[in-house]
């Protein structure tokens, strides 16, 4: 089992904490919305897609996409709109929802996390501290595990942490890829999974 399929199965518990709940996942118009900063709206509206799979939503994100600048193929996330929703047309086995959501995965992190464009104006300026949390911010709202690790990859020269939390996340792919799929192991994995993030998000000066 991949740790995709688990952070997909938990993810409001494990992305959205802060801001999730002011925002419903069929509508990017509210002011709730339209008050978040354009990297929250980013991570709303790829999540929307990610658990609401419809046209409205893929619409969502294209405007978004068109207003901020960033010139973006979404039309070609509609086949795995198309695959989502027939998998849960006829209940698929795990295998497939894990392959999917790896590919899911891989197209998100195209549209990489806009902490990460803050990250490097800063690094640019010299302010050390600011490019490491915008990293780490980043770091966390990625979802294929050769995002997250490449992304730690690149910021150990800058930070030492980085090392110890590369390791520690492939100790966490590695659990859930022994892991079962009751819900008593989903829930070691979701524990697991918020300890990682916490002690990601903890910065070490």
Not at 47 to 63: A, F, I, K
Not at 153 to 167: C, G, I, V
């Amino acid at each position: 089992m991949s740790w995709t399929i688990i952070v997909t199965v938990l993810f409001i518990l494990l992305f959205l904490r802060i801001f999730w709940a002011h925002v419903k996942a069929n509508n990017a118009r509210t002011e709730a919305f339209r008050n978040l900063a354009p990297k929250d709206k980013l991570a709303v509206l790829k999540e929307c897609l990610l658990n609401n799979p419809t046209e409205g939503n893929l619409q969502n994100l294209s405007e978004f996409l068109k207003e901020t600048g960033v010139d973006f193929d979404t039309q070609s996330y509609k086949p795995l709109i198309e695959r989502q929703l027939a998998l849960a047309d006829k209940k698929a086995g795990l295998d497939q929802w894990d392959a999917l959501y790896l590919e899911q995965g891989v197209w998100m992190d195209q549209l990489q996390p806009l902490e990460f464009k803050e990250a490097q104006a800063a690094l640019t300026s010299g302010d050390r501290d600011t490019y490491i949390s915008r990293s780490l911010e980043g770091i966390s709202r990625l979802y294929s595990d050769q995002a997250i690790e490449k992304a730690l990859e690149q910021l150990k020269p800058d930070y030492s942490k980085a090392e110890k939390l590369l390791l520690s996340y492939r100790d966490l792919v590695e659990s859930c890829q022994n892991s079962k799929a009751d819900d008593k192991s989903l829930e070691a994995l979701r524990k697991k999974r918020d300890a990682w993030i916490e002690d990601l998000l903890t910065i070490e000066k």
